[in-house]
């Protein structure tokens, strides 16, 4: 049985190795048992059981994953709960724990390595401090990734998953759509964590595509669009293409038009295609220069 659904259990295993959470690594672990079954059984529901834990704490989560998964490949940055996690998970023998930062590490490599090059399934309860750049990183390194179950901030969950076109949206919403299909699939009260963090969380899906929605002639450039746009998200898009870009404005103003975009319009009334029309057109600029 998980010992860890049990909160004062939880409280004597960190007692018992001295443990301090870290704030700075977004240490807000989760005691509600009725959570990781859930975000566990989501993760591998279309039969992708080679699972990518991200930040597994003392292994409440980890439990739950090696229960439903063929191997359970987890990346924890902080050393201390090492020892932790060899009791709290020494009932399973298709569990590896990584002592390193998910950010620094070769995704690629290890998943070659460890998964034989075999789609995965990621699954995670991220430190919200690192929310975008883990998922940018997982998405744009174009790696063997099936789908990305993670409980965020709710906050950041309803701008991940918000759609282009809207008030919500900024630049992780059109990057999460360029790649994946996103879902929200349930929310988390704050009370469910040890130490209870400031707001509530949710648990997202993302449904990564074979292909991206739309077609890019050059990618970086799409999102150095996207992301500056976003930057200075109440400014004209004409103004923020013109200035990034070293391109006259009267030049901008002509590419807007003859993609029937307003040339007053700002970036989150834009949709996926109109970004990718932009980026194509800029490109296509560039080059004849
Ligand atoms: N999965 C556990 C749970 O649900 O209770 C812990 C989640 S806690 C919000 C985030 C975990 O990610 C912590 O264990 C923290 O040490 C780890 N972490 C923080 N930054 C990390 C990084 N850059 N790379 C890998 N792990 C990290």
Request: proline share 5%; net charge positive; with cysteine.
């Amino acid at each position: 049985m998980n010992k860890l659904s049990n909160k004062n259990t939880i409280k004597e295993i960190l007692n018992k190795h001295g443990f301090n959470f870290s704030k700075s690594l977004g240490q807000n672990f989760l005691v509600n048992p009725s959570i990781c079954p859930k975000m566990a059984l989501d993760c591998v529901r279309d039969g992708i059981n080679n699972v990518l834990e991200i930040g597994p704490g003392i292994g409440i989560l980890t439990y739950e994953l090696a229960k439903v998964s063929k191997k359970v490949v987890s990346i924890e940055i902080d050393n201390r709960l090492l020892p932790i996690l060899s009791e709290t998970l020494s009932e399973f023998n298709n569990i590896c724990i990584i002592n390193n930062d998910v950010l620094k590490l070769d995704l690629d490599y290890l998943i070659k390595e460890k998964f034989k090059g075999e789609e995965v399934s990621v699954c995670a309860n991220l430190p919200y401090y690192i929310t975008s750049p883990v998922i940018m990183k997982l998405l744009e390194s174009k790696l063997p990734i099936h789908s990305i179950t993670v409980m965020v901030q709710k906050e950041a969950a309803d701008r991940i998953c918000a759609l282009p076109g809207t008030r919500e949206s900024g630049a992780i919403s059109i990057a999460v759509r360029y790649y994946c299909v996103p879902e929200i699939l349930f929310k988390v009260s704050k009370g469910s964590f040890m130490p209870p963090p400031k707001v509530d969380s949710a648990v997202i899906r993302l449904n990564v595509l074979k292909n991206p929605t739309v077609d890019v002639e050059d990618e970086n450039l799409f999102f150095k669009v996207i992301k500056s746009a976003f930057m200075q998200r109440r400014k004209m898009i004409l103004n923020s293409i013109s200035s990034i870009f070293k391109i006259d404005k009267c030049v901008v103003s002509g590419i807007l038009v003859n993609l029937n975009i307003s040339v007053l319009a700002r970036p989150e009334q834009l949709d996926l295609k109109d970004f990718a029309n932009i980026a194509n057109e800029i490109y296509n600029y560039k080059r004849k220069q």
